[in-house]
């Protein structure tokens, strides 16, 4: 392949045709390491044309801490993504840019700290949740089932609670419909990735393919979550909010009189969206791709639920605080996400500046991508890279050991706006789970194929179903 790069362009890459761009380049194999291969190519920045529009790809630890950390501020726009322009318009707090998306990302972290964020009462409502659930999982013993819908519910339940003041029962229809909604959208953004990034908002329409039902999707979930506001606005009483949307609109009262305000009914349509959609998918596939796992490796389960019965028992549910003592446990969550990279490319970011990275230059503007997987997978700063490996994140006293190249929630100022929620429902789930029950698979584990069935924006592990049998 023949470079396209000169000095003053951006850094070197594949040679793009007309229109298509790389694109034919992407359509077989998996997307993540396609971008690893290319890097072995053209080094650990390079350009990409997704379509006719050029990204920047950033590969292994070294390149994403060079730009994300070191330049947080410089590296902290968002990207182009064709598909959710079109559906959000740069609204709302993931696809926004400058001070709307300031204003709005602090108010909306604000608003989750009031409603239990980083405090007990966030752990009691994920407690209270994680009972339920494994009254579900209890109700399954002896028939093999697929856990997707259950743990999509409980873990959607959560950011409800937050941000609808409401769950929804394990069996309401409308809402299974939403999450199906939800899963569906996350499939096709991770099974047509081409489609998603790459082309002009404006073509879109004219040229078929999956993404016209995604546009269908996010329809129907406006249609649920402006019922919702209206709900709230018979409901409210001003100055008491009783959850995130009621926050919201006492600061559209607030700030009636301010016609630059940023607090708008769409806003609030797409900032709900955002909580709920970013809530439920990443969450809900890293549990499920980690019951995958542990089926595979029944070792490693039964090592954490020895961890969990010495410290923990079985009389209570683990909680927080319980974690700092558990570092097998904490060593197994953190491999997990290390290994499935659940976002294997993170959220494309764009140059809020001018910037210099590793000696090229890069104008304001420039689409970046995070390759977030390659940093997992970055053999420098793993001793297992490519293996599901709890020791990765173990010292050889079996002490728990951080790793600033773990990044599955990125690092800088645009991180994941809900890590700290993630993360504590990740291990409260998990550790539930296992306390309660042992995981058997219905084929033996040298039949369980971990590679992702579908990859793009995110990576999906293949359907399964499990046995539970109580502990
Ligand atoms: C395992 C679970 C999760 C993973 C792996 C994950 C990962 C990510 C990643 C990689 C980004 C892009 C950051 C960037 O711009 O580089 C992101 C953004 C975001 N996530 Fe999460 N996320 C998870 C759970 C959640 C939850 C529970 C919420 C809800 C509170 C949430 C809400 C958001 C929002 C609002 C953004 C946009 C932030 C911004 O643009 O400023 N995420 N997430």
Redesign the pocket.
């Given at each position: 392949v023949q470079g396209t790069w000169k000095r003053g362009a951006l850094p070197p890459g594949p040679t793009p045709l007309p229109l298509l761009g790389n694109l034919l380049l992407l359509q077989s194999g998996r997307l993540d390491r396609t971008l690893m291969e290319l890097s072995g190519r053209w080094g650990p920045v390079f350009t990409l044309h997704l379509g006719p529009r050029p990204a920047v790809v950033l590969c292994g630890y070294a390149a994403l801490r060079d730009a994300?950390v070191l330049q947080a501020d410089t590296f902290s726009g968002?990207g182009a993504m064709a598909v959710f322009e079109r559906f959000t318009r740069g609204n709302g707090?993931?696809?926004?840019n400058g001070p709307r998306?300031l204003t709005l990302?602090n108010f909306?972290l604000g608003a989750?700290k009031e409603f239990g964020?980083g405090t007990r009462t966030i752990e009691e409502r994920v407690l209270e949740e994680a009972t339920c659930l494994l009254e579900e999982f209890q109700a399954t013993i002896g028939v093999p089932f697929d856990p997707r819908r259950l743990l999509d519910n409980a873990?959607s339940n959560?950011?409800c609670s937050?941000v609808f003041g409401n769950r929804y029962g394990y069996r309401d229809p409308e809402f299974l419909r939403l999450l199906d909604l939800f899963s569906d959208n996350f499939r096709i953004m991770s099974s047509r990735w081409g489609e998603m990034y790459n082309i002009f908002p404006s073509l879109l329409d004219w040229l078929p393919g999956p993404h016209h039902r995604i546009f269908r999707n996010f329809a129907e979930l406006r249609v649920f979550i402006s019922e919702q506001i209206q709900r709230h606005r018979q409901t409210r009483q001003p100055g008491v909010p009783r959850d995130f949307i009621d926050c919201f609109l006492d600061q559209m009262d607030k700030e009636q009189q301010d016609a630059e305000s940023h607090f708008q009914e769409e806003t609030l349509v797409m900032t709900t969206h955002?909580?709920f959609f970013?809530?439920?998918e990443?969450?809900s596939?890293?549990l499920r791709y980690g019951l995958l796992i542990l089926l595979k490796y029944p070792e490693v389960a039964a090592k954490v639920q020895e961890e969990l019965d010495t410290v923990v028992g079985r009389i209570r549910l683990p909680s927080q605080a319980d974690r700092a003592r558990l570092p097998y446990t904490n060593a197994v969550l953190h491999e997990i996400?290390r290994f499935i990279s659940?976002?294997p490319l993170?959220?494309p970011?764009a140059l809020t500046r001018d910037a210099h990275l590793h000696d090229y230059f890069l104008p304001k503007g420039t689409s970046v991508i995070?390759l977030?997987m390659s940093s997992h997978r970055d053999p420098t700063q793993f001793k297992d890279p490519d293996c599901f490996n709890p020791t990765n994140f173990l010292d050889d006293k079996g002490n728990f050991r951080s790793n600033d190249a773990f990044?599955?929630?990125?690092p800088?100022k645009?991180?994941?706006?809900?890590?700290g929620?993630?993360?504590l429902?990740?291990f409260l789930f998990l550790t539930a789970i296992l306390q309660r029950f042992r995981l058997l698979p219905v084929r033996s584990p040298a039949h369980l194929d971990l590679t992702p069935q579908y990859t793009g924006l995110g990576n999906l592990p293949t359907t399964f179903q499990l046995h539970l049998v109580a502990r």
């Open positions: 994300l968002r707090i993931v696809f926004s998306w990302r909306a989750l964020l873990v959560v950011i937050v955002n909580l970013g809530g439920t990443t969450t596939i890293t996400q659940v976002l993170g959220l970011r995070p977030l990044m599955p929630f990125a800088g645009r991180m994941c706006l809900g890590a929620l993630a993360r429902e990740l």
